[in-house]
């Protein structure tokens, strides 16, 4: 006779996930995050359940954000960092937000066969997840995922964001230290990275820096490092610079990490991460709560009836945008106050 296996209770399967991460299993590592980044109701109380248990581990890595537009090398470019970062005996993981299918949802580029090399080494964890349709192509869960990331022991965490534009200031709301890398262009060409991209930088890198592309990326150098003398810094502390890098040769890549090195210490003397930090856990706590309560109007039975009678009525100019908005809101909160 086969004796029934009684399931594990939610709480032994959570503390199990959590101590195999932070045991440094990779499966358990990516259980953890496929988790966090789930929507469904029962896995958010689950990941509600497993951040609360690691968070005490958490905090201790460098946080990093890199952008760039498309082209400018931005994986290659984290490959070889990656791998200076890792000979200098640290680990790092690098959350690479990739663009989502419009069908399917998924990730389209997959970062993984974009940086082969750092994909092998046992002191990187590369994760692509899709951007899906939040704000500026960061990931809503990113920052759940930097948590997990920390607690398995990867000190250095790179979110890796697909491109330049208003919206990609998202990725300065969650890291410590926001890299901005150009190409080797001037002039017109440069028009096209904003100058709100540009004051959120706290360090500049020039890319493909050899060979034909050295003079333009001098040029690209020069112009920048003039342009950042009429911008505030971007924290107490430190002043921003422009360095030149080949991820070919390896030019520059020590530097941009030693850059990474000053930065910390600069802003940890000024007493500036910490507070940084804490303005990012409560800018988290209001961006969640916005969503959240964005997702219940959404899903509300009252709000769902009217919802398609308010659009008709907004586009045939019988209502404006804002008292639909407002008829939306007061059926929602008689909802509320019903229960």
């Known amino acids: ?170 990725v300065a709301e969650m890291v410590d230290m926001f890299l901005l890398l150009l190409p080797p262009a001037g002039g017109d060409e440069l028009q096209g990275i904003k100058r709100g991209i540009v004051e959120l930088a706290d360090l500049m890198v020039v890319t493909k820096a050899d060979g034909d592309l050295l003079p333009a990326a001098g040029r690209t150098q020069s112009e920048y490092q003039h342009a950042l003398r009429l911008l505030r810094p971007s924290a107490p502390g430190w002043t921003p610079s422009v360095l030149m890098s080949s991820a070919v040769s390896g030019k520059g890549i020590a530097e941009v990490w030693e850059a990474v090195g000053r930065y910390r210490a600069a802003v940890a003397q000024a007493d500036a991460l910490a507070r940084r930090r804490a303005d990012q856990a409560r800018a988290w706590m209001w961006s969640e709560i916005s969503e959240g309560l964005l997702a219940a109007l959404r899903e509300h039975e009252g709000v769902r009836a009217e919802l398609k009678k308010l659009e008709h009525a907004v586009a045939e100019g019988r209502l404006t945008p804002g008292a639909a908005a407002d008829r939306a809101i007061d059926v929602f909160l008689a909802g509320a106050k019903a229960r």
């Open 1 to 170: 006779m086969t004796r029934a296996v009684a399931p594990i209770a939610k709480d032994d399967k959570i503390a199990a996930l959590a101590a195999g991460l932070r045991g440094g299993d990779r499966r358990a590592l990516a259980r953890a995050i496929t988790l966090v980044e789930s929507t469904r109701a029962d896995h958010r109380a689950e990941a509600n359940a497993l951040l609360a248990a690691l968070l005490p581990h958490t905090g201790r890595s460098i946080r990093l954000g890199i952008t760039g537009v498309p082209g400018v090398g931005k994986s290659t470019f984290i490959e070889a960092f990656g791998l200076h970062v890792i000979g200098q005996g640290h680990r790092i993981a690098v959350l690479a937000i990739d663009p989502s299918s419009k069908r399917g949802g998924g990730s389209i580029l997959g970062d993984k066969t974009r940086m082969e090399q750092l994909a092998r080494s046992e002191a990187a964890f590369i994760r692509p997840s899709p951007a899906g349709t939040t704000l500026g192509g960061v990931a809503r869960r990113t920052r759940e995922a930097m948590l997990v990331a920390e607690a398995a022991g990867f000190d250095v965490v790179i979110v890796e964001t697909v491109g330049v534009g208003q919206s990609e200031t998202a």
